[in-house]
């Protein structure tokens, strides 16, 4: 189970995606109002995720601007490689992901968190772009008033549902069940 805000983001989003990836102009922020300072606009470019936009409450939290900057490297060397898979399998999968995740702080202070990344289709029909969000699921006094200076990972999970397979039919044939 995920935090409150996590599952109302990825909720917004499966609401817009009728079976599919939805598009960023069907994406209304004023859906998810009080979730905006903790959410983020990713865009590919070229070998990256860029930050496109980034709310006033990560720029709190890691104390400096995110705007432009490659979201691989809020995360520690070696979550990186896990951060860059799951949000390869957010495009390619079509599915929300989420990273339970631990900020941490250079004065040793930790915070869980979430980060959710739910891919976008761009003006060119192409999956090219993430809405996410850094959910702290604690309070931040935890760090101790420092910022978090790399984000760790502890799993990363699918949230949301794909296509389903057909279930399994139980069929009769003289009386007997057969699978």
Known sequence: MFHPGTSRL???????????????????????????????????????????????????????????????????????????????????????????????????????MEVVLAPLRGADGTTDRLIGMIQPTASLVLLDGEPVDEVTVRMAATAGTGPQRPGLRLVAIDGQQIA
């Open 10 to 112: 990825i909720a917004c989003w499966a609401g817009l995606a009728a079976g599919g990836v939805p598009a960023r102009a069907q994406f209304d922020p004023l859906a998810v109002h009080d979730l905006l300072p903790q959410m983020f606009l990713l865009a590919r470019e070229g070998d990256r995720l860029a930050l496109r936009i980034a709310g006033e409450n990560l720029r709190d939290l890691f104390a400096r601007p995110l705007k432009g900057s490659d979201i691989f490297q809020l995360f520690a060397p070696t979550a990186q490689p896990l951060a860059r898979r799951t949000a390869l399998q957010a495009v390619r999968d079509g599915l929300p992901m989420v990273l339970v995740s631990t900020g941490r702080a250079r004065g040793g202070g930790q915070v869980p």
